[in-house]
């Protein structure tokens, strides 16, 4: 979850309003990813309410919790040098589903690894080179990350000097299910909200027709060959989690982004996207990162679940 700076501010505070017969689609940037909001009304004063409040409340919660806006909240916690941080019942809530999920991946998902960023360097930024660090490197940042060291209840957080958050795994999807409570108060008309491919639904289209969702294809040696999935959603959240676009190659072996946070590593022998359905974004997007850390056991761990998914290798 990235929070664009400098002269870009102004552009990104700005959301556009079209119609399509009796769709409103609303446009605008968050968290480094396009995002949109397809409303099925004909009523322009109703889409322009629901436009600026859904991406007012994203770029809310970007601007509190990512880590790459010095004036955040989990900036000032990770600055902090060990002094105990105030926070909110917001911010407690999602340390506390945080926890739920390390617990889950048995350490394997962890929000204190961002700091790991600070030795790789993946391909998705253009603005900075690709990195691949040695194993010493590696292991020096490791005694920087474990989720076990942080302290918090409901009223604050302590987090050891050196150590740092990043709620970038959890923060889309839980601005998705926001977006989708707040939509809910203010219409009954069908809605779809999509943050960069992370996405929920109000209910099904007029006349109980499932909304056509395309999942773009992964990257490839001949991507030409591959073609969107085309999913039908009545109901629910849909998220997706995979190395497209986030990747590194060296010697001929490509490298995901999504890292062991016990190793330092990236995890071996995942499939390339996995996509899964869920009552809400939050489970659905943190069930994709989980079987994801599983590697070649993703399909496993996800028949498990007992959920709808897809799974591309």
Request: some cysteine; proline content about 4%.
């Amino acid at each position: 979850m990235r929070l664009n700076g400098g002269n870009k501010m102004t552009e990104k505070r700005l959301f556009t309003l079209t119609k399509d017969k009796d769709n409103h689609r609303i446009s605008f940037h968050a968290m480094a990813s396009p995002c949109e909001i397809l409303i099925q009304t004909p009523e322009r004063t109703l889409a322009s309410l629901i436009a600026d409040a859904v991406s007012q409340e994203v770029w809310r919660i970007e601007a509190k919790y990512s880590r790459y806006n010095p004036l955040s909240l989990c900036s000032k916690i990770n600055n902090s040098n060990g002094q105990v941080v105030a926070i909110d019942a917001e911010t407690y809530l999602l340390l506390n589903f945080a926890d739920q999920c390390y617990r889950l991946s048995a350490g394997l998902f962890d929000i204190s690894s961002g700091v790991l960023s600070k030795v790789w360097r993946f391909n998705d930024r253009a603005d900075e080179k690709q990195r691949f660090p040695t194993q010493g490197e590696i292991n020096t940042i490791l005694a920087f990350v474990g989720w076990e060291k942080v302290f918090y209840d409901d009223k604050c957080i302590m987090l050891p000097p050196s150590m740092a958050l990043d709620f970038g795994g959890i923060g889309k999807e839980y601005a998705v299910d926001r977006a989708i409570l707040l939509v809910k108060k203010m219409t009954e008309q069908p809605t779809l909200v999509n943050l960069g491919g992370d996405l929920a639904v109000t209910g099904p289209r007029l006349n109980s027709q499932a909304w056509q969702v395309a999942i773009e294809p992964i990257s490839s040696v001949e991507p030409h060959q591959q073609q969107d999935m085309i999913i039908a959603l009545h109901a629910g959240a849909l998220a997706t989690s995979g190395d497209a676009r986030r990747y590194f190659i060296k010697d001929n072996i490509r490298y995901c982004h999504v890292l062991n946070a016990k190793t330092g590593w990236p995890i071996q022998h995942a499939p390339r996207s996995i996509t899964t359905v869920a009552p809400q974004c939050t489970q659905a997007g943190v069930l994709a990162t989980l079987a994801l850390l599983q590697g070649k056991n993703a399909e496993d761990f996800l028949i498990g679940q007992d959920i709808t998914f897809w799974v591309r290798r």
